[in-house]
Structures are given as C-alpha cells and as structure tokens.
C-alpha cells in the first residue's frame, strides 16, 4: 500500500518576498498626500516668499507629475537592469528626497525635492509590479495584489495620522515620516533576489515552467491590451480621486465641519477598502476577472449614488464605505491581468505603463471634476459618474455571464 503525503502550500503573507512587496506598496500611498496636514503650515512659514502660494498647493501632486513622465522609462530600465536594483535604489531615493523637505532651507529647493520623490515611486512601483510577476502565479499571486491594496489602505490611515499629530509640532516634521522607509531596507536587501528571467526570453520560459506555472509567456497583442487596461484605470483612478479632492468641499456645502468630516469618511473609505481587498482572491476566484470587475465598479456606482441623496451622516459614510469597497475590488484585477498578457521580460514596461495611468488619472482629476461641479453641481458630478460606474459594471457583468454560458456549453 501506498501512502501519498500532501504538503498543503504556506499561504503568501507569510513569504518574506511577499512581506516586502507590500512594504513596497505602502510608500505608494504615503508619496504624495502625508503632507497634506502641513499645508497650512508651511504657507505660514513661508510667506512673503515668491511664488508661495502656488508652490506650496503644488507640493502635493508634485511627484505625480515625475511619476507620469517617468515611469514608462523606469518601466524599461527594471527589464533592462534589473528588478532588485532598482528597486533599493528607488527605496533609498525615497528616503532623501521624502524627508529632505525637513531640512532644505528654501520653498523652491523643497519643491525639487519632492519632484525627486515622484523618480523615486516610479522605480519602486515598476519593479515591485514586475516581482510579483516574477516571483508568484496563480492563486498566490491574486492573493498578494490584493493584500498589496490592504497595505496601501492601511499604510495610508497610519501615515496621515501621524502627519496630522506631527504637524501640530512644526509643519516640517510630516517630512521625516518619509524616513521611516529606510527601515524596510535591511529586510528587502534580505529577501529582495533578482529574477533569471530578465537575463534572456529563453531563461523566462524555462523559470516559468520548473515553478510549475501554467501561463503561456504573454499574450501575442500584449500591448494592445496593456494599452487598454492603462485607460480604463487612468479613468477609475480619476473618478476615484474626487472622493480627497471634493469630498471636502461637498460636505461644507451640506453645511458640515469639513475637517472632521472629510476625516471620518475618508477614514471609512480607507479602512472598508483594506478590509474588502483582503478578500480580493477568494472573490476573484470564484467569480473571475470579469465578475471581480462587475462587482467592484457595482460598489462604486452605489457608493457615488448615495452620496448626495440625503444630507445624512449615516448615508455619507455608507457612500464612502462602499466606494472604498468597490475601488479595492476593482484595481488588483489591473495588474493581475496586465502581469498575465505581458511577457515576462516586460513586465517591467507592464508596470510603467500602469503606474503613469494611476498618476496620471490622480493629476487630471480636479482638472475636469471642477468645470463638472461648477456646470452641474455636486449632485449632478455624482449622479453622472454613478451613471458611468454602473455601465461599466454592467457591461462586466454580461461578460461574466458569457464566461458562465461557455462554460455550461461545453461540458455539455
């Protein structure tokens, strides 16, 4: 008789890789908005400077607009050189320029600084975007891009905390929080390998073989469909960010403290996100890309539908929770798909082109929400974006739907 012995697979999150992945993640969310508490602060610290005003609103999407510019060119130089390199080099560029505007004496040099940052994030989203290829498949895979969201959204209720109580002190310290990235160096320098694939197609192939993956090495019109999913997420990115640039000024035109408020609901968004995305994998699996999709823009729609039915505590915060949820459902599927298409050896490209779209939707974003509400109001903005929400998930949902249908049909 024989005995078969099953080894049941340790779950991702307790890969070291894994680990410092989502370390990685977290410095996404902290780039641009942990100063945000600090602004009024610095506009009184500098004031009379040239130019401070606009220099001072400009600090926040500064690295944004580096990121844009920067990222697809990151993008080729992680396929080129390396994931591991750049990677450490991006995480050590964080911690100078991120905490350089503690101790740069002047508004301009601070404004370069953080122009820096934006380099910074572009090479560690790329090449942590190319890792998770590179190192996971499957299941373990879906699992960490969710998880990866979580971390985000966690990171980022922990950092804008510590920003708001450091800023009471001096509008400065919020910059040394950028700092606290260095302590992840020691543990990545650690566990941080680089891939055989970026060597040469040919080792892409074997490597993805002998780990047992079962994915062809990209799909022949990769590009198009990269080029695709940029622009849907450019889009989703841009209407999720009118949630931190109008929810503020939506809820003081209801009458209410915008500060405190704007704070419980953005909390809520961010803390109901990090919760949803912990179950991204196991929805994801049952319900596939398509269905993952229908279900997140579902949320979302909802979420913007509400928002300005009634002028309630109850339902406002219900409408940030489901927006949250909803985001954090859809935007894992982006790069789960865009590291499924694209060849191995580009992945790197893969992941530039995606985070540009990210950055690029954030930047744009008050561009058009501002002549829309201005045109239309609040009510009408939200209405329009629940309307185009729920097409999206709609036309997903039809998707899903066939997937089922063809399924049936052929174990028929």
Known sequence: MTQSLVTKESPVWQDGRAIALMMAATLMVMANATISPALAGLERAFMGQPNADLLIRLLVPAPSLTVVIFAPLAGYLVDRYGRRVMLLSGVILFVVTGSAGFYLPGLELIFASRLALGIAVAMIMTSQTALIGDYFTGEKRSALTGLQISARNFGGFVFLTLAGWFAVSTPRLPFLIYGLAVLYLPFMWLVIKESPIISSKKNSTETVKKSGGSEID???????????????????????????????????????????????????????????????????????????????????????????????????????????????????????????????????????????????????????????????????TYQVVALLLGTIALFAALKRGMEIFSLRAKVI
């Open 218 to 380: 990209g799909h022949s019109a990769w590009k198009v469909w990269i080029a695709a999913l940029a622009v849907l997420q450019l889009m989703t990115n841009m209407i999720f960010f009118l949630m931190p640039t109008q929810l503020p000024f939506f809820l003081d035109s209801l009458g209410y403290d915008s500060a405190v408020m704007t704070g419980a609901g953005l909390g809520a968004l961010s803390l109901a996100g990090g919760c949803a995305a912990l179950f991204y994998s196991r929805i994801k699996r049952v319900l596939s890309y398509a269905g993952t999709y229908a279900l997140g823009y579902g949320f979302m729609a909802l979420g913007f539908a509400i928002l300005p039915l009634v002028a309630d505590v109850t339902v406002i915060l219900a409408g940030c929770v489901a927006v949250g949820i909803g985001f954090a459902l859809a935007v894992p599927n982006f790069v789960g798909i865009a590291l499924q298409i694209a060849p191995s050896s580009r992945r790197g490209m893969a992941g530039g082109v995606l985070t540009t779209s990210v950055f690029l939707g954030q930047f744009c974003s008050p561009f058009l929400s501002i002549p829309s509400i201005t045109s239309f109001g609040y009510n009408g």
